[in-house]
């Protein structure tokens, strides 16, 4: 089966060091979505300043086109936060499956603040996207993972979701835990 594959969260959740992995060891190619904004988005956001859905708009049809282009399947990093985000990426490959790394605000606070320098994303962004941010948790085909955990713990829940026959169709953010074998 073709694996379509958004690793999703807000900004210091974890998203491209997870999606490496997972690409790597589903010998998929990795869509970094961060590298798919304009020069316009990337300007508002080096200066600090939110993204709007009409800023994201163009975005999110660029993600779309990568996924419809990419008929084999991919690891694309994506920050979705909205259902709407969400759903429109689900228009070019109906199958999209979604892990969502789940993350406090003054954990993601702490991370991106560390990364300066790094990193186009200013940490006085964060609160934004928690306030955008719309949970998944209920969402068919979506996996809910605590981001603090080690990327490769994190990875080897992902692999061992993928293979279950109703990872596109459940919504494994309830037991995610138990996917990992970490609960009877």
Avoid at 28 to 36: A, R, T
Avoid at 37 to 50: D, L, T
Avoid at 90 to 114: C, G, H, K, P
Wanted: proline share 4%; glycine share 6%; hydrophobic share 45%.
């Amino acid at each position: 089966m073709q694996n379509f594959i958004v690793i999703m969260g807000v900004a210091g959740c974890g998203k491209s060091s997870l999606g490496q992995i997972v690409a790597q060891a589903a010998n998929l190619p990795l869509v970094e979505g961060d590298d798919f904004h304009s020069p316009e988005n990337w300007a508002k956001m080096n200066q600090g300043i939110a993204l709007t859905d009409a800023d994201r708009h163009d975005w999110l049809d660029r993600l779309s086109q990568q996924i419809a282009a990419h008929r084999q399947g991919l690891v694309l990093t994506c920050s979705a936060l909205k259902r709407a985000y969400r759903d429109r990426l689900r228009e070019a490959w109906s199958r999209l499956r979604f892990v969502f790394l789940d993350i406090d605000r003054a954990t993601a606070r702490a991370r991106v603040a560390q990364r300066a320098g790094q990193h186009f994303f200013p940490a006085a962004l964060v609160d934004s996207q928690f306030d955008t941010l719309e949970s998944p948790v209920g969402e068919a085909g979506v996996l809910c993972l605590d981001a603090t955990q080690p990327p490769l713990q994190l990875a080897a829940q992902v692999r061992i979701w993928l293979a279950r026959p109703d990872a596109v169709f459940g919504c494994a953010c309830r037991e995610s835990s138990s996917i990992a074998g970490l609960r009877p």
